[in-house]
């Protein structure tokens, strides 16, 4: 090919793209539709050697935790999130899990139901959007008696899950149940004393509530281990098989953009500051020495990751689990 061969040809080549641009300009914009808005379901699933076990989500909620932390300053906890690229309030996870053994089903605490408004109340959809029923469920078991782990045992005076065997801690309910602690109980923890009133009943009335005392198994697999502090019977739920664990921790961590890093951070709703922080601190140091996963009720959804040392020894840092599109078993001790 010559060089007027070769420019000609170069001409057209332009004429055309410039052509397939001018064309493409001029098409109707099929891509201009209205934003959806919303999420997918929330749920997300991980193997536990042969357990499955499902984040369940009931939806997020925000909290100012420049004002509810304790143990820094407000300005502190501000530039903590600042750094974490997030905002406050900030917007706050509320996570269940749910436990498949293959023989059983049991829910690690049932969400705020209608309680905390529109935003959550979310877990019985997620539930039947990862393929399960309410009526499937065998065992609900509670980690504490807050308002946002029990607010979505019974809807209109019925029990969500109406086959199942309600479990809590007995140092928990007997606390909750008293109205002498209401009356003396900080103002912002007063609602959980109604709410577990109201929850709890239509399961009291058909026989299905069963404290227990200290730790116990709950169905093969899943036994509860007691951690109090943030509640006088907060229960941590360990699920195991084939040597691998999860540890499902209930409240142990409010504020992940804060209180890895420095665990003496409490809450304002602790029950007892001195308590919590210790469990939480060692909650820390075995989750990190040891190497399983954890499942955190206010960590971001799905909740699930491990603990590691900071690279300067000096507090902790979470790490989120890996997305799994097959549910490989990631809950790997070491």
Not at 181 to 200: D, I, M
Not at 244 to 272: C, N, T
Not at 297 to 325: E, I, N, R
Request: glycine share 10%.
């Amino acid at each position: 090919m010559n060089m007027h061969q070769r420019r000609t040809c170069a001409r057209l080549v332009l004429s055309l793209v410039l052509g397939a641009t001018i064309a493409a300009t001029a098409a109707p914009a099929h891509a201009a539709a209205p934003i959806q808005g919303g999420q997918a379901p929330g749920y997300y699933r991980i193997m536990v050697g042969t357990i499955e076990v499902t984040a369940l989500s009931d939806g997020t909620i925000d909290f100012p935790m420049d004002t509810l932390l304790v143990g820094e300053t407000p300005d502190a906890i501000r530039a903590a999130y600042k750094k974490a690229f997030q905002r406050l309030p900030a917007e706050s996870s509320m996570n269940q899990f749910l436990v498949n053994t293959g023989s059983r089903l049991v829910l690690v605490d049932a969400g705020a139901g209608t309680v905390f408004g529109p935003t959550l109340g979310n877990t019985v959809a997620s539930l039947r959007a990862a393929g399960y029923t309410p009526e499937q469920v065998d065992e609900v078991v509670i980690t504490h008696m807050h308002a946002d782990h029990t607010g979505g045992l019974a809807h209109d005076g019925q029990r969500t899950f109406p086959n199942a065997v309600l479990r809590i801690a007995r140092a928990d309910l007997d606390f909750w149940m008293n109205p002498a602690n209401e009356a003396k109980s900080p103002e912002g923890v007063r609602p959980s004393f109604a709410v577990a009133r109201e929850a709890l009943a239509p399961y009291i009335a058909s026989g299905k509530l069963e404290p227990f005392d200290g730790a116990t198994q709950i169905v093969p697999g899943v036994r509860a281990i007691p951690a109090p502090g943030h509640t006088p019977g907060h229960t941590y739920f360990a699920v195991e098989s084939n040597g691998e664990k999860l540890l499902a921790w209930g409240d142990v961590v409010h504020a992940a953009a804060l209180q890895f890093a420095h665990p003496s951070v409490r809450i304002a709703w602790d029950s007892d500051d001195g308590a919590a922080e210790a469990a939480r601190e060692k909650a820390f140091a075995d989750a990190a020495a040891k190497g399983y996963i954890v499942a955190g009720a206010h960590l971001p959804f799905p909740g699930l990751g491990h603990v590691a040392l900071a690279g300067d020894g000096k507090g902790y840092v979470f790490l989120p689990v890996t997305y799994s599109a097959d549910r490989k078993p990631v809950a790997l001790a070491k």
